[in-house]
């Protein structure tokens, strides 16, 4: 898989198919010895996206080392497609809860069970068929679709991504004493007055979870296609989560985040890298054997009534030494140039901007593939890649003004991580050769501090 130049490495892929969302994060043994189980959305028969989705499941000792690939859950035949749910373990026995569909009211989502074995190898759907039926016509309910399940005292908890007929989007949540029967507690979150929230028609993928002092909802915005991941901190009194304030977690092609605790109990998140495209090619054909990929594991820090996203210690481990150094220097409009460098990379930077825009940009052989600009006078970083969208991040300077930048570069894949907490990402098309980068400021008196290149370990290809 590595004539693929734009394979990456370490974030998550497959050999063929597609995958979207990812599933249900569980580490299960204790702090000292036992493993991560990852599910994720999959189409093994093709590079694009079918309704036949089933579930794949990987395995690793820690959060970046993902191996085994497999089918865990598929399409029974009273089914369409297994879509997107969370794990739980019931009395030490793992359970899959998720959307069940069909192929005439796909967005009509019944909530179902599978039940897996001792070794997490084997999942047997519920042989009672699905344990929340589709919305009746009266809710006027055009989506319901992705449980997000946990233990609440000595009950379950479950909420579900909705929309209205109307374009209203929602959360829904239900109560059960033993995740088979549930009942229905109305809406738990949506579009309040007095809050500016994050639009769509539809949320998606909800998560809520206690965080901090408070709780956290984070929903991946559907509005007839995706339209990146949001987030509020605020309260919830068991029927009802009211948020302080929303914040813009990520842009496209980010989407489809889920929220997990690591061995060390920590809260953390996984989000689905999306193509930029499903084909190519002039007669629609997917251009590869694969498409789709993860995000590096997140760790997520509260930040007042913020969520504020690190990548998270894992992703250290996969450094395999320095590559290239720069700095301190002075910086000006002509960039000082590091060359060749892995494709594959995560680079550490640390300047003072003196009141202008910061550029790197990152070159191969046959042209540019990616300009970072961190503009403290519009407090954002965006990442600028040809024929592409911009994808931005809100950008905080440290106390002292110095600007602090995390690239994440993986061969197709870029993660980027400015100061004050955000994410951002972009798809890239290398050529699969070294790269070399150049740093460039346009304030005056700008200067360098330290730019520092790892080797990365590859993973996967």
Known sequence: MTSDPRRPGYHFTVDAGWINDPLGVTWHGDADAGRYELFYQLNPEAAVWAPACRWGQATSPDLVRWGDPRTALEPGPDETGCWSGSVVVDGG????????VLADAPGQGRIAL????????RWTPDPGGPVIAAPAPELGLAHVRDPFVWRQGDEWRMVVGAG???????????SSPDLRRWR????????ETDVEGPGGAVWECPQLFPFGDAWALVVSVWNEEPAGLACAVGDYDGRRFTARSWQRLADNPLYAATVFADAQGRRCALSWLQEAAGTDSADGAPESAWAGALSVPWLLVPDGDRLAV????DVDTLRTGVRGRLGPSSLSAEPTLLGDLPGSADVELRADPAGGPVLVTVDEAGGRLLTVEADPGAGELRLLVSGMPDARAPLHLDPDGALNLRLLLDAGVVEAFPGGGAVV?????PSGGTVTLGVSGAGTGARLDRLVVHGMERVFG
């Open 93 to 100: 026995v793992p359970m899959i809860v998720y959307t069940s």
């Open 114 to 121: 599978a039940q897996g074995d001792a070794g997490w190898r």
């Open 164 to 174: 209205s007929a109307e374009g209203q989007p929602s959360v829904l949540q239900y």
């Open 184 to 191: 229905p507690d109305g809406v738990v979150a949506g579009p």
């Open 310 to 313: 690190r990548p998270h210690p």
């Open 425 to 429: 990402a972009a798809r890239l098309r």
